[in-house]
């Protein structure tokens, strides 16, 4: 959910910023169906109907999946906003392999949003390897969908605010491969005449 926050403040600062949101959809992002598939595989281990049933392979389709869609984003370093991305993505799947296949969190992060049954990308741990790049910090419970987030997911979602609004806010690039340009010579005599 932080992700679509992210998007929504970025589509919101683009159109103030007098941005079209027309543009996004000139955007080329090679690589997507990753990201979709990796976010579908996180979609699916963290239902609750799933998680009982994944047991101990629960960190490695994480870590792969989490990897997936990190390699998609670094397919993508020329879109403006991407590096940013990735630099968040690299340092949450790094906070992850170093703890087994799971994202610490703060008890007083997780305090009052639950968890299900099964596989979470969240715990508690005592001592986590990589403590400041797990989930430090919460969403107030009354946002909907509110979770916990680390400092990674705060650089993913000013990367994707970066880039919606840039693209918003870029000019079109016209080939002109697509337009028949015509020269109309000058002759000597009727340049001087004018």
Known sequence: MFILYSVAIGLIAGVLLRGSPGRLGELRFRWAPLIVIGTLIQLALFSDPVTARIGSLGPGIYVASTGLVLLAVVRNFRIAGIAIVAVGA????????????????????????????GYSNSVVLANPALAPLTDLFALPAWVPAANVFSVGDVLIAVGIVVAIVVRMRTEPVVDVRDRLVRFEPQVAGHAADR
């Open 90 to 117: 690299a340092s949450n799947l790094a906070a992850i392999v170093a703890n087994g296949g799971y994202m610490p969190a703060s008890a007083a992060a997780l305090a009052g949003h639950g968890g299900g049954t």
